[in-house]
């Protein structure tokens, strides 16, 4: 009795999940030699989210929905391994009341020593947060919650065979951004400098 009760519970949390707009899951894993990155939310997520960016008579069919869902897939989702951008190939969608889109990670490489991960695909819904999984080859399964406080992203290195979450005041790409902003401004400042020496020399 108590194992026909915790079927019909796992059952009833798996049809709540797959109505729920706010709650998605991301996963990343390999299957013979090759890794895959997949994102599951209720059709309702889906429906909202390219409704809102690309309109309700944006599309007719369900084939039409699929290509815009592919579109905002390709503009919302980055994985970044060892610092390095891998493309999301042939990216599919799988409707139904739990909507699946997939596509694999194009020539990712064997050893992973670091990966970000930023999903916004649901960033217009309020509260909306998404569980990353992590599934790679010889490494511990890793999970953490991508949310509007963590801007819907997360970089993690490896240590000691362990995962472990980098800490940062700012995002990775802020960090980029303000890494170059600061070397222009160098760049700039060295150039003035020169020219003031010439000019002085010159007088």
């Known amino acids: 009795m108590k194992s026909i009760c915790l079927i019909l519970l796992l059952l009833c949390a798996k049809v709540v999940q797959a109505h729920e707009p706010d709650l998605s899951n991301l996963m990343i894993y390999e299957q013979n030699g090759k890794y895959f990155v997949v994102i599951k939310s209720s059709l309702i997520a889906f429906e909202g989210e390219v409704d809102y960016l690309f309109g309700k008579n944006a599309y007719k069919t369900p084939e039409e929905f699929q290509l815009l869902v592919i579109k905002h897939f390709q503009n919302n989702c980055l994985v970044i391994i060892n610092d390095e951008t891998f493309k999301l190939s042939n990216p599919k969608v799988l409707l139904g009341h739990e909507t699946t889109v997939f596509a694999e990670l194009l020539n990712a490489p064997s050893k992973f020593n670091s990966v970000y991960v930023k999903n916004t695909l649901f960033k217009d819904m309020n509260n909306n947060m998404s569980e990353l999984i992590l599934t790679l080859k010889g490494l511990p399964q890793k999970q953490y919650i991508l949310n509007n406080s963590n801007k819907h992203e997360v970089k993690l290195t490896i240590e000691n065979n362990n995962w472990t979450v980098v800490k940062a005041m700012n995002s990775y790409y802020e960090t980029q ?20 020496h010439i000019n002085s020399k010159e007088n």
Do not use: H, P, Q, R
Request: hydrophobic fraction near 70%.
């Open 177 to 196: 951004y303000l890494l170059f902003g600061l070397a222009l401004l160098l760049i700039v400042a060295l150039a003035l400098k020169s020219s003031e």
